[in-house]
């Protein structure tokens, strides 16, 4: 007992660095729910906070009980600010319909594309008939092929067809209708239409106008790079400097994605850490080389506040997506340590950080991204603390010198990237279900290109573009782009480029975050115990997978057939069926493996023979099927899918799935058991909340 209590003694300086645990616990706790508490639950939990705290403050001389009452006041906080977040953004959202609709509105911004082409987000300011206060405050629609994509700021009316935000494409998914919910993104849909000029005397206000003006002017400049370095780089350099994919060849996304490089395009954490970093450097050697100044002002300081200016004014041109306004809050804290003469970089700087995030954004804690930035800056800090200091030798000659920081360099690169890789797999296992093979020698080979190239060189070329000057900076980043989308494509065509890794149980990816933080923040032996957690998504066996899945609308359906999935309709809804088999470790087959198992027209699938389950499945809508089609899908099959609503008794199938059902629970998972077959619901899953209310729950 006495060694277990030295190691707690140990962690005296520690507690403090569990409080966002807490806080981001409490949050994600709310977003479990399956019902929305009422307002006031929120009001509560902040009143029994602001009470655990005052307690804390009174009992302070106990330290257990301090550390306690601090935590448990973290745990309520975040969950009643969660609450808060909800009540803040809700707005209304699209209802389910088919009928085209007149969008009338402002473009806000050109939205990155989508699997059916190029997107934009729109402030509509009417929706064919529907009233004002059931318009949502954004709309993101695809554009039809070869349409003009007009600028942000531009008046625009369309024909399209408007739905709410798109369910999970699975039963326990990735929940993309969340994400669009806290964006105020109440509907999506599809244009019928190109986009014509809105002939309008309304004047949108004026932040929205402010808005638009920002992003046309970041616009413009995504333009002007694309026009000067050419599609094959510009569209990179574009997306790195303005947050704009639009121009990317999706050829380079699957090479970037498959060489484990693909968060090189979204602005994040290393593009702020590149360009604060970049600037803060430049100020403070160039405040050492004018004596004069170095003698008369903070150098260190006033280097920080330059640092400062260049993240925010890259928070702006980026568009200030999620990712990028996290790390400009990240970077934000490092610098602002600086100025109160504490240290930049430290774990006690990160929890400020993520704190910080987390109040103002606390479904953050639902994101990927956040997970696996904060995840990665946490181990990294912890490696930077555990490697030791080198000593600085006097009057080595400037040859060995190099040569020891080469090999210096070198081994902390490694390190770094191993451990950030560590850090980050649970999270991009159980997220994107992939792995990439060679994606530490990627990440190795591309990092002093961006960081020392391409990132400066992006940042001088677009303050200098417009001023006619941002020819030559534009020039080298294009050849680093070069370089590196070589790497990429040699490291996606290279043997065993990506592994498929089925989703663990949900509970393993919390409690491998748990085990992370556990092993970056306790001091001694018994950080080890973190280890089982941090990896409780490679280490616990994955449950059986399901025998068929359905998608939302019941339009698609796709049939397990050992390891492989059976596509019955592959060119439709081929998102959700891909996504589907990534989660379940699968395969996906196309025509020639559904034609081998299933009689197929444009509208039905019946099973033949030999199938690996007696299903059959009609897609029409409005189209009769062939005759005795139908009397020989519900009669010869033992799970029949329609995407109609018929009566039960019309079709005598064991286990049969209709429009209705689909309207009720999204999407399904079906599994063969002894007694029957047992239907998982994705709605079921995500229970009654704001972002679900778009589906009809009857």
């Not at 600037?279 to 003698?295: C, K, M, Q, V, Y």
């Not at 800056?377 to 200091?389: E, F, G, S």
């Not at 498929?500 to 149980?505: D, G, K, M, R, Y």
Request: aromatic content about 8%.
């Amino acid at each position: 007992m006495t060694w277990l209590a030295a190691q707690v003694g140990r962690q005296a300086d520690r507690w403090t660095l569990w409080t966002p645990v807490a806080f981001g616990l409490g949050a994600a706790f709310y977003f479990t729910l399956l019902r929305e508490p009422q307002a006031w639950v929120a009001w509560a939990g902040l009143a029994v906070t602001a009470v655990l705290v005052t307690a804390a403050a009174r009992w302070s001389a106990s330290r257990p009980v301090t550390v306690a009452l601090v935590l448990a006041a973290c745990l309520a906080g975040g969950f009643s600010m969660a609450k808060v977040r909800t009540e803040a953004v809700k707005a209304p959202i699209a209802p389910e319909e088919s009928r085209p609709q007149r969008l009338q509105g402002w473009v806000v911004d050109v939205a990155s594309p989508g699997e059916g082409g190029q997107r934009l987000l729109i402030a509509p300011a009417r929706i064919g008939d529907w009233l004002p206060e059931a318009t949502p405050i954004r709309v993101r629609v695809t554009l039809r092929p070869g349409a003009p994509v007009p600028s942000p700021g531009e008046p625009i009316s369309l024909l399209a067809i408007v739905n709410a935000p798109r369910p999970p494409a699975s039963p326990g998914a990735y929940d993309f209708a969340r994400d669009a919910f806290f964006e105020s993104v109440g509907g999506v849909g599809f244009a019928l239409t190109p986009p014509t000029t809105w002939d309008t005397f309304d004047r949108a206000p004026w932040r929205l106008r402010l808005q638009m003006r920002i992003n046309a002017i970041r616009w413009e400049l995504s333009r002007r790079i694309v026009d000067q370095l050419g599609p094959a780089s510009g569209g990179l350099a574009a997306a790195m400097t303005t947050g704009h994919e639009a121009f990317i060849p999706q050829s380079q996304v699957d090479d970037l994605r498959a060489a484990g490089l693909a968060h090189i395009i979204s602005i994040s954490g290393l593009h702020m850490a590149i360009v604060g970093g970049f600037a803060f450097a430049f100020a403070r050697l160039s405040i050492a080389a004018w004596p004069w100044l170095a003698l008369r002002v903070p150098g260190k300081k006033l280097a920080a506040v330059v640092g400062l200016a260049a993240v925010g004014g890259y928070l702006v041109l980026s568009g200030a997506p999620p990712p990028a306004e996290r790390a400009a809050i990240t970077a934000a804290v490092a610098f602002g340590a600086i100025l109160v003469d504490r240290q930049a970089i430290s774990l006690h700087a990160l929890a400020l950080a993520a704190m910080a995030v987390m109040l103002l954004h606390p479904e953050a804690v639902t994101e990927p991204g956040f997970q696996m930035s904060f995840a990665a800056t946490a181990a990294l800090v912890a490696l930077a603390d555990a490697l030791p200091r080198p000593v600085k030798e006097i009057n080595t000659p400037w040859p060995i010198r190099i040569v020891q920081a080469a090999v210096v360099w070198t081994g902390v690169s490694l390190a770094a990237s191993f451990v950030a890789g560590l850090a980050t797999g649970p999270f991009a296992m159980q997220h994107f279900n992939r792995v990439a093979t060679w994606g530490l020698v990627s990440n190795l080979l591309t990092a002093p290109i961006s960081s020392f190239l391409m990132m400066p060189a992006l940042a001088i070329g677009a303050a200098l573009t417009p001023f006619g000057l941002g020819e030559a900076p534009l020039a080298a980043a294009g050849f680093g782009i070069e370089l590196m989308n070589r790497i990429a494509h040699t490291a996606a065509t290279a043997p065993h480029a990506q592994l498929v890794v089925p989703s663990a149980p949900a509970w393993t990816l919390p409690a491998a975050f748990v085990g992370l933080i556990w092993l970056c923040v306790w001091k001694g032996p018994l950080r080890l115990l973190g280890a089982p957690f941090a990896f409780a998504v490679l280490l616990v066996p994955r449950p059986p997978a399901p025998d068929v899945w359905v998608a939302a609308d019941g339009a698609a359906v796709a049939v397990r057939a050992e390891k492989h999935s059976v596509l019955l309709r592959p060119d439709v809804k081929l998102f959700g069926a891909e996504l589907w088999s990534r989660r379940r470790g699968l395969e996906p087959q196309g025509a020639q493996a559904r034609d081998a198992a299933f009689d197929c027209d444009a509208w039905s699938c019946l099973a033949k023979p030999g199938a690996p389950v007696r299903l059959a499945a009609a897609w029409n809508v409005k189209r009769p099927l062939k005759d005795g089609r139908l009397e020989a899908i519900c009669t010869g099959a033992e799970v029949v899918v329609l995407r109609n609503a018929v009566q039960r008794g019309a079709c005598p199938a064991p286990l049969l799935l209709t429009g209705a059902d689909f309207a009720r629970g999204g999407s399904a998972e079906l599994y063969r058991e002894r007694g029957g077959w047992r239907v998982v619901w994705a709605q079921d899953l995500r229970g009654r909340r704001p972002w679900t209310w778009g589906l009809d729950l009857r």
